[in-house]
């Protein structure tokens, strides 16, 4: 039911955007929010967005680099990465939730697959 693409390889200072494309059902009215995991971490909260966009949060490390943002008409979700850094390397998911913006990952309901980053320094 969630979607996530546009991930790759780029080298350190590059930029991507990853795209959360969800069914109507589970889009509407759900805040989204992206986490990422890295080898041999444990999942780490990135970004969420309530569903009217109206409340944003950010992890620190990402902000002023990363923007969230998305387009209920196309229950689209996309995460605009920029000046990535070699430490952003890690497989990043979308998430779905019925309530406000969370960085705690147990309140989301659906996830996606899953879309690899790597950043080379």
């Known amino acids: 039911q969630l979607e996530d693409s546009g991930g790759g390889l780029v080298q350190a200072g590059a930029s991507l955007r990853l795209s959360c494309a969800a069914s109507?059902?589970?889009?509407?009215?759900?805040?989204i929010g992206w986490f990422r995991q890295a080898p041999g971490k444990e999942r780490e909260f990135v970004t969420a967005?309530?569903?009217?966009?109206?409340?944003?949060i950010y992890e620190d490390s990402v902000k002023g680099r990363f923007t969230v943002s998305r387009d209920n008409a196309k229950n689209t979700v996309y995460l605009q990465m920029n000046s990535l850094k070699p430490e952003d390397t890690a497989v990043y998911h979308c998430?779905?939730?019925?309530?406000?913006?969370?960085?705690?990952?147990?309140?989301?309901?659906?996830w996606g697959q899953g879309i690899q980053v790597t950043v080379s320094s």
């Open positions: 109507e059902r589970t889009f509407s009215s759900y805040s």
């Open positions: 967005i309530s569903w009217v966009a109206t409340s944003v």
């Open positions: 998430a779905a939730a019925r309530r406000g913006p969370s960085p705690r990952p147990n309140l989301y309901d659906y």
